[in-house]
């Protein structure tokens, strides 16, 4: 199966920003009859898993514990240049996923493994 444009950038993103501290990246759906659809799930500091799902341009990032989905962040998402796709997360809203993951993560754990 090939990605779309739309999946590689986010992917690309994602995968960018978190860079090291990324352990794996996995796209469940995507669709984008009748409205953009997109779920994935990436593990980050090698201690939880995330969950992004983007309907139409609202973007909500979750965090997987056992089967349930606790919500992190929602942003929207940012439009090409002149609304010809392009479309993105964007750094201001990583860092507030980034901030909300490491509230959750304890500061013990994050000297341990070289995050801090």
Do not use: H
């Amino acid at each position: 199966m090939q990605l779309s444009n739309f999946e590689r950038e986010i992917s690309r993103e994602i995968k960018t920003y978190f860079s090291d501290r990324l352990s794996d990246f996995s796209i469940n759906d995507f669709s984008e009859v009748p409205c953009l659809e997109f779920s994935a799930d990436f593990g980050v500091y090698n201690f939880c898993v995330i969950s992004v799902q983007i309907s139409q341009d609202r973007v909500c990032f979750s965090w997987r514990e056992q089967g349930f989905l606790f919500e992190l962040a929602t942003c929207q998402l940012i439009s090409g240049i002149g609304g010809a796709g392009g479309e993105k997360i964007g750094v201001y809203a990583l860092d507030n996923l980034n901030k909300e993951i490491l509230l959750r993560i304890p500061d013990k754990y994050l000297a341990a493994k070289g995050f801090v």
